[in-house]
């Protein structure tokens, strides 16, 4: 893996006592999109946070690019854009002003070229002097991420991109986020919307309670956690399962379907209906059901809580 | 690991960003920068000039209309900068956007110099306007004019860098005004900015000296008249030993996090 970004060992306990984050290890290849899955309070706006550098870790270093976070902070946070998870924009300036000063603060020379191509890309052009105390909500959303994009940076973080976002403009930014991925951005987003990482993100990594608990390739974890059901609406409701069928993992539902629970390797399904038909048991409905990544995200949770 | 090509080791792009700001925001209410400091000062001269003065007529040979520019001056720079430079650290705080300034690649020094850099600025010009607008009222010849532009960008800096540790101190805008309503304006009246200490009826003319504004308005004073209520040196001394004490706190702050970083 070309690791673009390396967190080793980091924590946090805030000066409350409050133990946010417990320590974490973590690697991102350079040009992926990684999603960062938890509830809330999980520990998902610490970590970037600290990546960034607007909280202190407690334990642990980050490297950016080969550059300690800390030591070397001019070099690690120029290759960074954040976009936060709250609307903090100035109200008293004007779209173009507040992205140009984005832009030299992270130590670039003006680019006029650059701000106009993010500002179009972000629907933004129209508004460029308006102030933006006058702008929408989603509309200072999209500023924010004009400005996190100012400065070209190499790695992308959106702490809860789409929180309150409408239809538009999370279709924009997901548009966007494509572009930039195949531009090279390698890109971090953190959400509790499961769909958002189901549908963006090439690697997953579940945080709770300041652990992560795991990081996999989304579809590996598709795969391997993910369990698929066949439901067969019967004929003739069974009060229960036949003898024969006794070797097959079934169970009847509430509402009289027969169940077959089979992970994504499973090729018997043929075979299972061969084996109704050998029983005289009729159906009139097959349907598969696979689980999403919020079935497995849950389960998760659930699991470590039991523990 | 990848590896990308180290930054250079001073962002002047990001200092230049943040003054442009700063100066910016004053810019936006040129009206208000500009009008209040001159009809403050004509007030100033309608009320002592022309009430008081023409009882007091001279202090050590100095024309009293003319005796208090300094002092005024000094007042209103104390003030301002102080104003300026809080409101300047403490609205990002407060609005939320100081994120981007914490996760950008500027060191602690770099935020101090765009910040108070641009509220010393500020201050200046005032200092220059409020000093115009005096010479319109009253005749005035400045002795040490280096001097004198000397002490005004020294006290302008020093306090910008006041101000911007209570900015950083302050956890809500009544705190921004609580020091200097409550202490830098009754040491500037105190500080003879008004009169001559030398007028004062012992022993308040000894605790006087433990005020460090008699110093600054002595040592402005002195560069407009050639004479002061202490040595020139003693006020320099005093000016720079205030400004050092402020960088010394401010890298303390940024070491820390104190109030800027969990």
């Known amino acids: 893996m070309d690791t673009i970004l390396s967190v080793a060992g980091v924590s946090k306990t805030y000066?409350?006592?409050?133990?946010?984050?417990?320590?974490?290890?973590?690697?991102?290849?350079?040009?992926?999109?990684?999603?960062?899955?938890?509830?809330?309070?999980?520990?998902?706006?610490?970590?970037i946070s600290i990546i960034c550098g607007i909280v202190t870790p407690s334990t642990g270093t980050v490297t950016v690019l080969g550059h300690d976070a800390q030591k070397d902070f001019r070099s690690?946070?120029?290759?960074?854009?954040?976009?936060?998870?709250?609307?903090?924009?100035?109200?008293?300036?004007?779209?173009?002003?507040?992205?140009?000063?984005?832009?030299r603060l992270f130590g670039k020379a003006p680019d006029d070229a650059h701000i106009e191509q993010v500002l179009r890309d972000l629907s933004l052009w129209d508004k460029r002097d308006a102030k933006i105390r006058e702008l929408s909500g989603g509309m200072k959303r999209r500023v924010l991420i004009a400005k996190a994009l100012s400065h070209e940076p190499e790695i992308l973080f959106l702490d809860e991109p789409t929180a309150g976002v409408d239809v538009a403009l999370r279709r924009d930014m997901w548009r966007l986020v494509h572009k930039l991925r195949a531009g090279g951005t390698t890109i971090i987003l953190t959400t509790h919307y499961i769909e958002e990482a189901e549908e963006m993100a090439d690697r997953v990594g579940v945080i709770d309670k300041g652990r992560i608990i795991l990081v996999e390739q989304k579809a590996a974890l598709m795969r391997k956690l993910g369990k698929r059901e066949l439901r067969i609406t019967l004929s003739e409701p069974l009060s229960a399962v036949p003898a024969a069928l006794a070797a097959w993992p079934l169970k009847i539902a509430e509402d009289g379907r027969l169940i077959y629970a089979f992970d994504a390797e499973d090729e018997r399904?043929?075979?299972?209906?061969?084996?109704?038909?050998?029983?005289?048991?009729?159906?009139?409905?097959?349907?598969?059901?696979?689980?999403?990544?919020?079935?497995?995200?849950?389960?998760?949770?659930?699991?470590?809580?039991?523990? | 690991m990848s590896s990308a090509t180290k930054a250079p080791a001073v962002n002047y792009h990001g200092i230049w960003a943040i003054y442009r700001f700063e100066m910016a925001r004053a810019l936006r209410t040129l009206w208000q920068s500009l009008v209040t400091p001159v009809i403050t000062t004509s007030l100033y001269f309608v009320v002592f000039g022309g009430a008081i003065g023409s009882k007091i007529s001279t202090v050590g040979g100095v024309g009293y209309g003319s005796f208090i520019v300094p002092g005024l001056i000094m007042l209103s720079l104390l003030t301002q900068s102080i104003s300026n430079a809080s409101i300047g650290i403490y609205f990002p705080k407060f609005t939320g956007?100081?994120?981007?300034?914490?996760?950008?690649?500027?060191?602690?020094?770099?935020?101090?110099?765009?910040?108070?850099?641009?509220?010393a600025t500020k201050s200046i010009v005032l200092g220059l306007i409020?000093?115009?607008?005096?010479?319109?009222?009253?005749?005035?010849?400045?002795?040490?004019?280096?001097?004198?532009?000397?002490?005004?960008?020294?006290?302008?800096?020093?306090?910008?860098?006041?101000?911007?540790?209570?900015?950083?101190?302050?956890?809500?805008?009544e705190q921004l005004n609580f020091i200097p309503a409550l202490l830098i304006t009754p040491l500037t009246f105190l500080g003879g900015?008004?009169?001559?200490?030398?007028?004062?009826?012992?022993?308040?003319?000894?605790?006087?000296l433990f005020n460090p504004v008699v110093y600054l308005v002595s040592g402005f004073r002195w560069a407009f008249f050639d004479k002061g209520d202490v040595s020139v040196g003693l006020s320099l001394g005093v000016t720079a030993l205030f400004l050092v004490a402020c960088l010394g706190v401010i890298s303390w702050i940024f070491k820390t996090g104190w109030r800027m970083k969990n």
């Open chain 2, 193 to 208: 900015a008004f009169y001559s200490i030398d007028m004062l009826p012992q022993p308040w003319r000894t605790v006087s």
């Open chain 1, 15 to 47: 000066a409350s006592g409050h133990r946010a984050l417990e320590p974490v290890d973590l690697d991102i290849a350079r040009g992926e999109i990684f999603a960062l899955l938890g509830p809330n309070g999980a520990g998902k706006t610490t970590l």
């Open chain 2, 97 to 119: 956007t100081v994120f981007e300034l914490l996760s950008a690649p500027v060191s602690a020094m770099e935020m101090v110099v765009g910040y108070v850099g641009a509220a």
């Open chain 1, 269 to 307: 399904i043929p075979d299972l209906l061969a084996a109704l038909g050998a029983q005289g048991i009729g159906y009139k409905d097959l349907e598969t059901h696979k689980s999403s990544l919020e079935d497995i995200f849950v389960d998760l949770v659930e699991q470590k809580d039991a523990a």
């Open chain 1, 76 to 103: 690690a946070r120029r290759a960074i854009g954040l976009v936060p998870q709250e609307l903090s924009v100035d109200m008293f300036e004007t779209v173009l002003a507040t992205v140009k000063f984005s832009r």
């Open chain 2, 130 to 173: 409020i000093l115009a607008t005096a010479s319109l009222f009253v005749p005035l010849s400045i002795v040490h004019p280096f001097a004198m532009l000397a002490f005004l960008v020294l006290t302008s800096v020093a306090f910008s860098l006041f101000g911007f540790i209570i900015g950083v101190w302050a956890k809500g805008f």
